[in-house]
């Protein structure tokens, strides 16, 4: 590396990887480390070769790290919007992010998570038909489409009529795939005109992965989540004391637990369970 920041494609097992590297440097400017990527590229647009033209490496290294960092920061679809907003309009003019997903029908998309600055249209929640919608054509071309001043575009739409309404001028729809199959679409608003390049697409794309995986994750991990309610709320109502442990420890005692043993919950989940059930240790 030499000190300096460094990037390569590199190949594995016939995979491709785009790698990036920073130095880590402490207070006396000295290398104490080293900051990593490597992202998945194989077969995905050649996002390999994603540099955008105008804009340095350095600056491309910044904005896939940063957006990179915050999609890993939560399993919350929405709190990832708002923290995906905060970090890619550093460098993009951008006044709302949105994350849509398929319905089981996928005919319609519905608004899993949206951040905004100024622009409040199309909330969390509603429901759109994908048919006719920039959505539809980003996901069957399986690329980014981008429209630098929607009010000098052709026959427009209710729905394009709402954007200007509120100010919309320039829009990005990068499609979301997951395991290969279309899963969804990211959403990018922006106020002024001409705000996007066609070589931003091929940076969109990129992150769009990130972005993929991201949502996937936040939605198996409140479905876990939403399950655990539901198995705990039937264990609280059991007509019976009820456990669950492993090896070693116990991890959940439901009320009746606490009363059949004497033993507070708080004990009861310190507790070795060979000392709670001595036969099966």
Known sequence: MGGQSYEATIEIKGKSYDTYYEPI?????NITGVTSLAVDVTGHFNTHKALVASRSQAD??????HLTVALNASL?????????????????KVDRVSFSVLDETKKN???????????TAFNKGRVLPLKGSRGERAIRDGKPIFWNDIQSRGP?????DQLLAEGTRSTVSVPLFYNGEGIGVLSLLSREVGVFTKGDMDLFALLAVHVSAAITNAQLFEKAR???AQVTTLMESANA???????TRTLYANRLAEEH????????LSMPWAELHPTDA
């Open 25 to 29: 440097r402490d207070e006396s400017n």
């Open 109 to 119: 998309l519905t608004i899993v998570a949206t951040a905004s600055r100024h622009l």
């Open 76 to 92: 919350d679809v929405q709190e990832l919007g708002e923290l995906f907003l905060d970090a890619l309009k550093v460098t993009f």
């Open 156 to 160: 427009k739409s209710s729905r394009t």
């Open 60 to 65: 491309q290294f910044a904005i896939i790290y």
């Open 226 to 228: 939403e399950s655990t």
């Open 261 to 268: 043993t004497g033993y507070t919950k708080e004990e009861l």
């Open 241 to 247: 004391a009820m456990f669950v442990y492993d090896e």
